[in-house]
């Protein structure tokens, strides 16, 4: 059974410092990996997308590693802003993209002004 | 398009109710799953359809809770009866038939039993 693992589970940085969120995974057979933003009270909103045969993807100051082989997955955020303060999570899905989400608990990340 | 509606965004009741969560996917979309989000849990999967027919229900804890999917614009969540341990935010997303692009979420529906 797919285990997802965020680490770590609360993380509080200056304004303006680069940051990295880790995800990992226990069956390396995913077809993608994707990192979501949640806000409090709010839904999920997608941040990138990985297929399992990519490496890395990038949108804006975010960019999203992902090392299959050793099940593992990077979130970097650079230059963080107040206004990236949420909740990460980190998702897998199986055979397919179509197939459930698998997820993480997530990482809740405040940036101080 | 207005993204995927859930109603009630809230919903607050005693124990023993049942309770109707109601998700409108986005038009087109062939794929609907209902998540479970809790503290302790995190998001489970609850159970997922595929152009109106349940694929895999495994998630759904037992037999109180129920889903439909009557056409490909509506999904129904019932728990009948509602108990404290059921109380949580349920999410609904839906996808589209092709496989590379992501799940979209609705708000979710908080609900809390008393």
């Known amino acids: 059974k797919q285990e997802v693992t965020q680490i770590p589970a609360a993380l509080s940085v200056p304004e303006g410092e680069n940051l990295v969120l880790n995800c990992s995974f226990t069956?390396?057979?995913?077809?993608?990996l994707q990192w979501f933003r949640q806000d409090p009270g709010k839904g999920l909103t997608s941040l990138l997308l990985?297929?399992?045969?990519?490496r890395e993807q990038t949108s804006g100051r975010l960019n999203a590693s992902l090392d299959k082989s050793s099940g593992r997955s990077t979130l970097y955020i650079a230059a963080s802003q107040p206004g990236d303060s949420a909740t990460y999570l980190c998702a897998v899905s199986g055979y397919s993209g179509n197939t459930p989400l698998v997820f993480g608990k997530g990482t809740r990340l405040s940036v101080i002004a | 398009d207005a993204g995927v509606i859930q109603s009630p965004r809230h919903e607050v009741t005693e124990m023993g109710q049942e309770v109707t969560l109601r998700c409108k996917p986005i038009s087109g979309h062939d794929y609907l799953f209902w998540y479970r989000q809790t503290m302790m849990r995190g998001l489970e999967l609850l159970i997922y359809f595929n152009n109106n027919v349940p694929i895999d229900d495994s998630g759904m804890p037992e037999d109180r809770f129920s889903a439909k999917m009557p056409n490909a614009s509506f999904s129904t969540l019932k728990i009948q009866p509602s108990e404290p341990r059921d109380s949580a935010v349920y999410f609904c997303a839906s996808s589209p038939l092709t496989s590379q692009e992501t799940q979209y979420f609705g708000p979710g529906t908080r609900l809390l039993v008393l």
């Open positions: 990985i297929q399992s045969s990519q």
């Open positions: 069956d390396s057979a995913i077809y993608n």
